[in-house]
């Protein structure tokens, strides 16, 4: 069966350096059964943990197809609409062992660039972009009407860098989650950068983290945010174009809970942002996942050392 696979010797997201090691099979893509001393079925390549941390997979929310870091097994990428199809190009060149997603954008604005962008989501892009609707387009209603008519007409999702500070930027974050509830597309709307949430007063800022879990808008950290307001407030947070550690020193967290929060970010939200809600460690759960040298998952990530092992879909790559 495709996608087979055994892992001996790993240590699932360990939090104290005591944790023991056991084994995981993986079978058609996804985690079969973890436990010790599992046996492996005919003829399933076995590979040796060698005690280290396991943790889900690198997802790089905001990424580039040429600056991959080791470890990502998924991205998604901004693609101006004239540079498409050399970015489908490069997709095919990952298929197997990265999985991509495309957004298209157009640098001069949706609302000029609105056939150009049609055009390369019917070309494989796989979800339509936007950029500061308000500084770009100088309408930002136009301009979200365009992208979220063009995500409508595709049946695909939207992903929009929102760089604008202050009120103007928090009007803008409040229309698209107004448009993402009128259209029914909640789960399938995100926004990187969404500097007004760090603009802003206190106040201001909850009532907008309110607004973006109510309409299941995510947020791609590219930059300090705030990072524990967006989770326990319930808004799907990855990050983007950073490292784990990059974002944990931006934030100021140096304890280990806080920067397992971070790893977390950076593996499961991220994947959560990409609209995979099983990309974990528990049995089910995607193939997806990364072996590092260490002890701790607060050591590895502060330490930035690389994966020994990297597996997608089941398969080492």
């Known amino acids: 069966m495709s996608g087979e696979l055994l892992i001996r010797g790993v240590r699932p997201w360990p939090s104290a350096a005591e944790l023991p090691a056991v084994d995981v099979l993986c079978s058609a893509g996804r985690i079969d059964q973890i436990g010790v001393g599992l046996a492996a079925p ?29 470890g990502i097994t998924m991205v998604r990428a901004h693609v101006p609409v004239d540079e498409l199809d050399e970015a489908l190009a490069r997709r095919d060149e990952l298929l197997g062992r990265v999985e991509v997603q495309l957004v298209a954008l157009a640098p001069a604005g949706a609302i000029t660039g609105m ?26 209603v136009r301009h979200l009407d365009v ?36 259209l029914d597309m909640r789960g399938q709307v995100s926004v990187v950068h969404a500097t007004a949430l760090s603009t802003v007063d206190p106040d201001r800022q909850d009532e907008l983290i309110d607004r973006l879990a109510e309409a299941d808008v995510a947020v791609v950290a590219t930059r300090p945010l705030p990072l524990r307001k967006l989770r326990w407030g319930g808004v799907r947070v990855g990050i983007g174009g950073i490292d784990v550690w990059q974002l944990a020193e931006a934030e100021g967290y140096t304890a ?10 950076a593996t499961r939200g991220g994947a959560a942002v990409l609209g995979e809600r099983d990309h974990g460690l528990v049995e089910g759960d995607r193939a997806e996942f990364v072996v590092l040298p260490g002890d701790t998952v607060a050591q590895v990530i502060r330490q930035g050392l690389a994966p020994t092992l990297v597996v997608h879909q089941g398969r080492v790559v």
């Open 42 to 70: 005919a003829e399933a390549p076995v590979v040796d943990g060698g005690g280290g941390v396991l943790l889900p997979s690198f997802v790089d929310a905001h990424g580039r197809l040429d600056a991959l870091r080791p």
């Open 115 to 140: 056939d150009a962008l049609d055009a390369a989501l019917t070309a494989g892009a796989d979800l339509v972009g936007g950029v500061d609707p308000a500084r770009v387009d100088r309408d930002p």
């Open 147 to 182: 992208v979220f008519g063009l995500a409508d007409k595709h049946r695909c999702g939207v992903d929009i860098q929102l760089d604008d500070p202050g009120e103007l930027g928090a009007f803008e974050l409040e229309l698209i989650c107004e448009r993402t509830a009128a």
């Open 256 to 265: 280990d809970p806080m920067i397992e929060m971070c790893a977390d970010t």
